[in-house]
Every structure is written in C-alpha cells, then in structure tokens.
C-alpha cells in the first residue's frame, strides 16, 4: 500500500513497509500552506495504525518554515504514531539546529494542560463570601483613613490643594448642568402626565403638584443627582485614580512621602459633599418646574399651583433631601476613589475599576436612601 | 541563504514628521536581502518615527518606501495586506494584548492568517517561545511579565509567521547582558542561515559590532542620516558626533558640565 502525491510545491510520499514499519518522503517546500495540506493527507492515514517504526525522509526539502517545522516536530514527538519509534534524517544542517532546539520534552512541559479546574460548590461559595467579606473590610478601612485624614487636611492651609478641588467641582458639578436639567425636567413632566390620569378619576388631579413637590425634594431630586454623578464623576474619579495607579504614580506619591488619600481622595471627597446637595437642589427644581407645567397644561392657573406647593412643603423636607445630597456626593466620591485605588494590573483593570465604581455607588446610594427614610420617620421629620 | 545583492527595502527621499513638523528629511537607503541593518541616533532624534513610517503605520510626508519591489507608501488595499505579511514588527513597549496570555499572543497571528491544524499552530508557537527563551511563562499574561520578557515575547509574536523582514525597536533595551547576548546570537544565525533580512532600532554598542551588518545614523540637528556604513567603519569616523556616539564620549559642551 503505498501512494504518491504531489501539489504544486510539496511532494509526499507515505510508504507502508513490512512488519509495521512506515516511510515518508518529503520533496519541495514545507511552508505553512503545504505543511497543513500535508497534515490532512497524512492524519487520517497514520492515526489509530499501530506501527513500529516510522522514518521520516526529509531529504528533499528544499524550504521549511516555522509551520514545516512543527508538522516534523509533531511527527517525530510520535505524537500522531504513539508506539512507533519515529526518526527524521535529512534535515539541512541549520535546520537540524533548530530542530533539535524544541524536544518532546519542552513539549510535555509547556503543553497548557486542557482540563479547565472546577472548584466544588462548597469551596465556590465560600471563596465568594470570604471575598465579599474582605471587600467590605477594605470598605471600612478606607472611610477611618478618610475620615481620620480629612479634617487635618483642610485644616492645614498648604496641604489641601484648593485648587483641585475647585476643578473637581467644575468637572462633577458645573458640567454636570446641562445633563442634570434634561433629566430631572423630564422625569417631572413623565411622573405628573403619568399620574394626572389616576388621579383624574378621583377629581384630584391638582394634588399632582403636592405629590410631585414631595417626591422631587424627599426623593428624586438627590436621587437623579448621585446617580448622574456616580455615572459621570464616580466613574472618571475611579478611572484617574487607577491610571495613576496603572502607571506607577501612586507609588511615585508614595515615595515621594505623599499620602494618596490626603493628595488625591480628600479632594475629591470635599468637591463632592458640596457639590452634590446644590445638584439636587437644581434637580429638585426643575424636577417640580416638570411637574408645574403638567398641572398648567391641565388649566390650573399659577397662583395655585404656587400655593399648593408651599402648603404640602415644610422646611424640614427641604433640610432632609439637602442632608441626603451631602451623603450621597460622599458615598459616590468615596467609592469612586476606593475603586481607583483597589485597581490591579494589566490593561482591562482600569475599565473593570470604573465599572465597579458605578456599580457599587448605586447599590450604596439606594440602601444610604433606606436608611435615611427609617431616620426620618423615627425622628418624625 | 540569499543572494546578498539583492535589495528588499529602498527608501527614497523620505521625508518624515507630525503634523507640519518635520523630524527627519532627506532620508535615503538600502537593505539587502538577509542583511541585519541598524537604525541609530540619540534619543529623540526619530527612530521610531521612522520605523513606524516604514512599515505603513504613519504616512510620509514626502518620498517612498519600496519593499519587496513594491512602494507601500502607494500601495491599497490586496496590494498592501500582502506586503504587510511579509514583516513582523516588534515595538518598543511590546505591544502585547492584555487580555490574552503570552502562548496566545504568538498563537494570534497563525490563528488569524493561517490555515494550519491546532496542534501545529501550539507546536510553532511554542517554539518561538522557546527560541527567544521563554518556555517558563507560556501561560502568563503580558501583565506578570517584566519588561524584557515582555519584549521578548513580542519578538516571538513577530516571528510567529516567518516573515522575510523583522523590524525591531529597541529590542534589547531592558534585557541583561547575558539574555541580549542570547537574543543576538538569534538574531544573526536567523539572518545568515535562513536569509531574514532584520532592520533594527538599538542603541547598545556592544551588539551593535555583533550583529550588524550596515548601520545608518540619525542626528538630532540636521535631521537627516549623518553617517552610514560598517560599525567599524563608523567608529573611525571624522564626524564629531559619531565618534562620540561610537567610543561613548560624553557631549560635554552640550550638556553644560565642565568638570
Ligand atoms: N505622536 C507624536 N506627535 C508629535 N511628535 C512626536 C510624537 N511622537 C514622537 N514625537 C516627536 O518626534 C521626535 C522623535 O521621536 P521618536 O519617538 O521617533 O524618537 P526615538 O529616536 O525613537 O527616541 P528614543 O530613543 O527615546 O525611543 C521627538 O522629538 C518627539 O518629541
Ligand atoms: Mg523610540
């Protein structure tokens, strides 16, 4: 049994001998086309045949690449003859050298092992907890480094870099105008159109201004502010700080005797907790400005709708959405710079700190905003 | 091996920059088929400007760049993919991808553009992992990697489809003296016995004399090739500047120490 092929620049030629024994000639170029032709020819031939004794005859090659070469060294690995006892002769004496340079050896040793690991659920889940348990220590350690170092550094004039924090409130906050208008005047205008229709059926529908006013100045105000800023401020906060930190700056900081979180989180903590309460005031405003141009829409005339606001609004609303501003700016900057700070290595680390940052903003601000709600109505505010 | 007077690459008054700022002009040269051609100059002088000119990243201002017999600065579309898998390039930062570890780094390029089975796309990238001797950290990613390995890992990468030129950017920067030996001894026997042309960026002098062939030299003030020729050549020359660069003299009038 034996067969001769030819393409147009590699000729093979598998032999089938007596007693278990093979033969394979090579003429031509071996390149990384002709080397995979090859492959196809001859693995469905040699798989599964038990052989003894395999000779390959490289002879006549006039070219081997990098591909032609692995197609040999897989051949002489026996790794497709398993019990054969393979052996290449003719090789050229440079490429001899380099043949001889990777072994079955390296092979075996570097060969990525298949078999993916998976761990039982038991260590799984306990690996989770054990993670998130450290992730919220990590938490706690960095607000007591917060908190220990903010009122030393704006006390001390030269250490808190004003100036930053004037181009943080710029970037989180004066920025932030335009889209916060958008949203919060929209989302007035949905909730009141939405609701007319409900409490259209009672004949009540001019309360759509009470309700409206409570909902922006308790709720939705400070709200669509600490998410807009968790989306927008929380996340570059998250990515400068892990850039620096990507980059070797932070150590550099350190080195330099510079503490990260006096230098860089203060800062950004202190633009925050101001800038984030005069955002949601803003919302709130245009929030209700929303829901007063539904019930102007309806024909009820300004003056009342003016005095329904103030009747179901006390101060201590006013006081409450304001004091939940100041909390949420901290919550989002706070994170905002954990998660820069907490950045690994490597290229993606950066992204997945940003998206991190955002994520565990939000799911604080929300259980921030429970908390407060139970506050108040202990306190009876 | 190949016939050594045969030219792969001809640069024709090129002219090089960002933008409206020229950092090189003027630049014409050579190399031979399976020759190991450095580029060299100060820093900041436009090596890796030019590099990047010559293998189609940045277009030139001015000029042309013949390779193979085909001006890549002209050439579109089928035209230019070919002739841009006939060299590897390995840059100066390594350029490795992040998110794929250093065996599916080289692995890339076979996947990609190739056709061969599985087992001989590991088989061959395994290799050139091996040859640039990294066989320990196939499976790491480029992050766990020190700059050397890094760079190592991205002249593997290069090598992975057996181009006929290599264009190196600063390929031992980084690397101790015994591994940058290890990755010269590869570099010529790669040039002298399976005619691969290489067209190197270096500054180290030492390999310079081992693996060089011709070397060309850029200057910070002219802004063009102030010398060309044999390392050896070079080192006896009458330009002030070159003689410097070649016998490591400090440029003590430049840098304002008068000791
Ligand atoms: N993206 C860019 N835009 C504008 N100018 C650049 C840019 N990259 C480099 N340059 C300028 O081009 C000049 C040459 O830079 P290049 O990186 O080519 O130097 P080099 O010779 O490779 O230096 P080194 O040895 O330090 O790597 C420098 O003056 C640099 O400021
Ligand atoms: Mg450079």
Same mark, same amino acid.
């Given at each position: 049994m034996n067969s001769t092929t030819s393409q147009s620049e590699l000729e093979t030629d598998l032999q089938f001998g007596a007693a278990g024994s093979a033969r394979l000639v090579l003429r031509g170029r071996l390149n990384a086309q002709t080397a995979t032709v090859c492959w196809d020819e001859l693995e469905p031939r040699l798989r599964g045949v038990k052989l003894q004794k395999f000779e390959v005859d490289a002879d006549g090659l006039e070219f081997c690449d990098g591909g032609g070469l692995a197609l040999l060294r897989y051949l002489s690995m026996g790794l497709m003859t398993p019990e054969a006892a393979v052996s290449v002769h003719g090789l050229s004496t440079d490429l001899e050298q380099l043949f001889h340079g990777f072994t079955l050896a390296d092979y075996k040793a570097?060969?990525?092992?298949?078999?993916?690991?998976?761990?039982?659920?038991?260590e799984e889940v306990g690996s989770g907890v054990r993670q998130a348990a450290s992730d919220v220590r990590e938490q706690v350690e960095f607000l007591g480094n917060v908190t /220990?170092?903010?009122?030393?550094? @704006?006390?001390?004039?030269? /250490?808190?870099?004003?100036?930053? @924090?004037?181009?943080?409130?710029?970037?989180?906050g004066a920025n932030a105008v335009p889209i916060v208008s958008l949203v919060s005047i929209l989302v007035g205008l949905i909730i009141a159109f939405e609701s007319t229709q409900t409490l259209a059926k009672f004949g009540a529908q001019i309360y759509v201004v009470n309700m409206i006013g409570i909902i922006m100045v308790r709720e939705l105000g400070p709200l669509l502010a600490a998410v807009l800023l968790a989306g927008r401020s929380g996340s570059a906060f998250a990515a400068e700080l892990g850039t620096m930190k990507v980059n070797e700056e932070l150590d550099a900081l350190k080195t330099l005797g510079l503490d990260p979180i006096r230098f860089l989180v203060v800062q950004r903590i202190i633009a925050a907790m101001f800038l984030t309460p005069l955002l949601a005031l803003y919302a709130t405003f245009l929030g209700v400005t929303g829901g007063a141009l539904v019930a102007f829409g309806?024909?009820?005339?300004?003056?009342?709708?003016?005095?329904?606001?103030?009747?179901?609004?006390?101060?201590?609303?006013?006081?409450f959405g304001l004091s939940k501003g100041v909390a949420f700016g901290a919550i989002v900057s706070a994170v905002g710079c954990l998660r820069g700070l907490q950045t690994q290595e490597g290229p993606s680390a950066v992204g997945v700190s940003t998206t991190r940052a955002v994520v565990t903003s939000i799911v604080l601000i929300v259980i921030a905003d429970a908390v407060f709600s139970v506050l108040f109505y202990v306190l009876k505010l | 091996m190949n016939d050594a007077a045969?030219?792969?690459?001809?640069?024709?008054?090129?002219?090089?920059?960002?933008?409206?700022?020229?950092i090189l002009q003027n630049i014409n040269f050579q190399v031979e088929c399976g020759e190991v051609f450095v580029i060299l100059g100060g820093s900041g002088s436009g090596k890796s400007t030019l590099l990047k000119n010559l293998i189609g990243l940045y277009t030139p201002l001015e000029g042309e760049v013949w390779i193979e017999g085909t001006n890549l600065v002209a050439a579109t579309g089928d035209e230019r993919r070919n002739l841009l898998g006939k060299f590897g390039v390995a840059y100066q930062s390594g350029a490795?991808?992040?998110?794929?570890?250093?065996?599916?780094?080289?692995?890339?390029?076979?996947?990609?553009?190739?056709?061969?089975?599985?087992?001989?796309?590991?088989?061959?990238?395994?290799?050139?992992?091996?040859?640039?001797?990294?066989?320990?950290?196939?499976?790491?990613?480029?992050?766990?990697?020190?700059g050397g390995m890094q760079k190592r890992a991205a002249i593997a990468r290069a090598m992975a489809l057996d181009p006929r030129i290599l264009f190196l950017d600063e390929p031992s920067a980084g690397l101790d003296p015994v591994t940058s030996a290890d990755l010269d001894l590869l570099i010529t026997e790669l040039a002298h016995h399976f005619g691969i042309t290489f067209v190197i960026v270096t500054h180290e002098l030492a390999s310079i004399y081992k693996i060089a062939d011709r070397v060309i030299m850029l200057d910070n003030q002219t802004r063009t090739i102030v010398a060309e020729g044999r390392p050896a050549d070079l080192k006896e020359s009458s330009n002030p500047w070159v003689h410097r660069f070649f016998n490591r003299e400090p440029d003590a009038v430049a840098s304002g120490l008068h000791l």
């Open positions: 570097l060969h990525p092992s298949s078999a993916v690991k998976c761990h039982p659920l038991p /220990r170092n903010l009122v030393p550094t @704006v006390i001390n004039r030269k /250490r808190m870099r004003w100036k930053e @924090v004037g181009r943080v409130f710029e970037a989180a309806l024909g009820f005339p300004w003056s009342l709708i003016f005095h329904q606001l103030t009747a179901s609004l006390r101060m201590s609303d006013i006081v | 045969e030219t792969i690459i001809s640069v024709r008054n090129l002219k090089v920059g960002y933008g409206d700022t020229v490795l991808f992040g998110s794929m570890t250093v065996l599916e780094n080289v692995r890339l390029p076979l996947d990609e553009l190739t056709t061969l089975p599985a087992p001989l796309k590991e088989l061959t990238a395994l290799a050139k992992l091996k040859l640039v001797g990294l066989a320990s950290s196939v499976q790491k990613m480029p992050a766990e990697l020190s």
